[in-house]
C-alpha cells in the first residue's frame, strides 16, 4: 500500500517524539508499505518564530542572537534521538548551517527595517527546514534510506501569494510525480517540509495555516496514495471536544463534507483545506494517535453508508471559542446592495477571519463574529469605512462569546432539528444571541456566553444522544 504519513508538530516536539515517528515508520516499511512523511516544525518552533518577527525591525543583535540560540537548543535536543555518531554529526552541522542562515535573514531585516511578505515567508518557513533533515537522519541512523525535501523540492509549486499561497495543482502534480516516484522506486523514503512550498521561480512560500496538513494532502492526491494517514496527540475525530465534554466518543467512520463542518468548528485535528483536497476524490484519510498507534482512529471517506456508521441526525458539536460579536444597523442597510459583500472585503483586507454572519430579513440589523484577538482591529476598519458613509447609524461590539455547532449528514431535509437545538437551551436556560444556516444544512451554528459554552455542549450531546451512538 502506498501511503502518505504526516506527522504535526506536536508528534514530533522533542527528542521521544521524533523516536516514535521513526518506529512507527519502521514498522509500516517492514510491512511492505511505500511510506511519504510529511513533516511539520518542531512543536512550538512556529511561535518561536512568530514571536521573533514581532519588532524585528527594531530588534537587537543581542536579542536575536538569544533567540537563534534558543532555536539551536530545541532542535540539538532533538537529534539527541540519533544514536549513529556519525550521522548526528552530520545533521548537527546541517541545522547549524540552516541556523546562520536564519541569523543572516533576520539580521538582514532588522537593518532594511521593513518585513515583507515575501520575507516573512522566508523566515518561517525554516521551522520546517529544520525539523525535516533531522527525522530524515533519525530513519537512515535506523537503517531506513530517507531524504530531506523542502515542499518545494518535492514539487508543490504555487503562485505568489506570500503567506497564503496557493498550489498550482496541474503543475504541482506533474513536479511531485516526477520528483517523488524515482526515489519510492529506488527504496528511499522522502521526507518532506510541510506548510512551505515554492513558486515556478524557486521563490520560497508558505501554505497558510494548516498548511502542513494541506501539503500532504496535494501530494497524497498528485501520487495517487490509497490512504493518507494524519499521526496527532488524539485518537481521532470526537463528537465534542473532550476537554468540554469528557464523556464525548470518538467517531470511527465520517465523510468529507461533516469534517470539513467539525474543523471549521472548532474541532482542531485536521485542517478544512486539507479535507477539501479529498472531498472530490477517492482518497481515504485515517486519523491516528501518534502516542496509541495500535488503537483505531478515524476513518473520513468521501461517501458514507447513511443506513450504517452514519446513525445520527447530529455527528458531532463543534465550538469556536473567544468570540467577539460585532452589531451593524442602520434603516439605510434595508435594500442597499451589496453591504454584506463590502464588510467582508475590509475584513479579509485587514486579515481578519469572519467566523459567523448573519442578517436579519429586515435587513436592518447585521451581526458579525470575528475572532477576540481581532476585535479591535475590526471595529476600528468597520468605523472609520462605515460610519462616515452615512449607510450604518450604530456599530456595536462584545465580546465574551462562543459559537456552537451541531453538525451532521443526517440534518439534511430531516424536520425539527432547528426546534430540537433551540429547546435543548432553553430547557438549559441558555440564551441565543445569533443564529445561522447553510443551505448545505450540514450544520446549525449559534452564538452563546462563553460562560454556558459547557452546559450547551454537555445539553446537545446528551439531547441527540451522541453519548450512545456507535459513532
Not at 478515524?298 to 446513525?311: L, P, S
Not at 439605510?332 to 477571519?353: F, H, W, Y
Not at 436592518?364 to 469605512?385: F, H, R
Not at 430540537?420 to 449559534?446: P, Y
Amino acid at each position: 500500500m502506498k501511503m502518505v504519513m504526516k506527522f504535526g508538530g506536536a508528534a514530533v516536539k522533542d527528542a521521544a517524539g521524533i523516536s516514535q515517528v521513526v518506529k512507527i515508520v519502521k514498522e509500516s516499511t517492514g510491512k511492505g508499505h511505500q511510506i511519504i512523511v510529511v513533516i511539520s516544525a518542531l512543536g512550538g518552533v512556529t511561535d518561536r518564530l512568530v514571536e521573533l518577527m514581532k519588532n524585528i525591525t527594531a530588534s537587537k543583535k543581542s536579542t536575536i542572537d538569544a533567540s537563534i540560540e534558543a532555536l539551536a537548543a530545541i532542535h540539538i535536543a532533538a537529534i539527541k534521538s540519533i544514536d549513529d555518531q556519525v550521522i548526528s554529526q552530520q545533521v548537527t552541522r546541517t541545522v547549524r548551517s540552516l541556523l546562520d542562515d536564519l541569523k543572516n535573514v533576520v539580521m538582514g531585516i532588522s537593518h532594511v527595517g521593513e518585513l515583507t511578505p515575501r520575507s516573512r515567508d522566508l523566515l518561517l518557513s525554516f521551522g520546517e527546514r529544520l525539523s525535516t533533515p533531522i527525522l530524515a537522519a533519525a530513519l537512515e541512523a535506523e537503517g531506513i534510506h530517507a531524504k530531506a525535501l523542502t515542499g518545494g523540492e518535492a514539487g508543490i509549486l504555487t503562485d505568489d501569494n506570500f503567506g497564503s499561497a496557493e498550489p498550482l495543482m496541474n503543475v504541482t502534480s506533474m513536479q511531485v510525480r516526477q520528483n517523488l516516484d524515482p526515489l519510492m522506486k529506488d527504496g528511499i523514503i522522502p521526507v518532506v517540509s510541510g506548510f512551505i512550498a515554492a513558486t515556478q521561480t524557486g521563490v520560497m512560500t508558505t501554505l497558510g495555516r494548516g498548511g502542513s496538513d494541506y501539503s500532504a494532502a496535494i501530494i497524497g492526491l498528485a501520487l495517487k496514495v490509497d490512504e493518507l494517514w494524519f499521526w496527532k496527540e488524539v485518537r481521532g475525530i470526537m463528537t465534542a471536544d473532550p476537554s468540554l465534554y469528557p464523556e464525548s466518543r470518538l467517531i470511527k467512520k465520517i465523510a468529507f463534507d461533516e469534517a470539513i463542518e467539525i474543523a471549521h468548528f472548532g474541532a482542531r485535528v485536521i485542517h478544512p483545506r486539507a479535507l477539501e483536497v479529498g472531498l472530490d476524490s477517492d482518497l481515504i484519510y485515517q486519523i491516528k494517535d501518534v502516542w496509541e498507534p495500535e488503537k483505531e482512529g478515524t476513518h473520513i471517506i468521501r461517501f458514507v453508508d447513511e443506513n450504517d456508521d452514519n446513525k445520527g441526525v447530529v455527528r458531532a458539536i463543534s465550538v469556536i471559542d473567544r468570540v467577539h460579536l460585532i452589531n451593524i444597523s442602520g434603516a439605510r442597510l434595508v435594500g442597499t446592495p451589496r453591504v454584506a459583500g463590502r464588510v467582508l472585503e475590509m475584513l479579509a483586507d485587514q486579515d481578519i477571519d469572519v467566523l459567523m454572519i448573519s442578517q436579519s430579513s429586515s435587513e436592518a440589523n447585521m451581526s458579525i463574529a470575528v475572532p477576540e484577538a481581532d476585535a479591535d482591529d475590526a471595529m476600528n476598519v468597520l468605523e472609520l469605512s462605515l460610519l462616515g458613509s452615512k449607510l450604518v447609524r450604530e456599530i456595536t461590539g462584545e465580546g465574551g462569546f462562543c459559537i456552537v455547532a451541531t453538525v451532521g449528514r443526517g440534518m439534511r431535509g430531516t424536520p425539527g432539528v432547528a426546534a430540537n437545538v433551540f429547546k435543548s437551551m432553553a430547557d438549559n436556560k441558555i440564551n441565543i444571541r445569533t443564529i445561522a444556516q447553510g443551505s448545505s444544512e450540514l450544520n446549525i451554528s449559534f452564538i452563546v456566553s462563553r460562560k454556558d459554552m459547557k452546559a450547551a455542549v454537555e445539553a446537545l450531546h446528551k439531547d441527540f444522544k451522541l453519548d450512545s451512538m456507535d459513532a
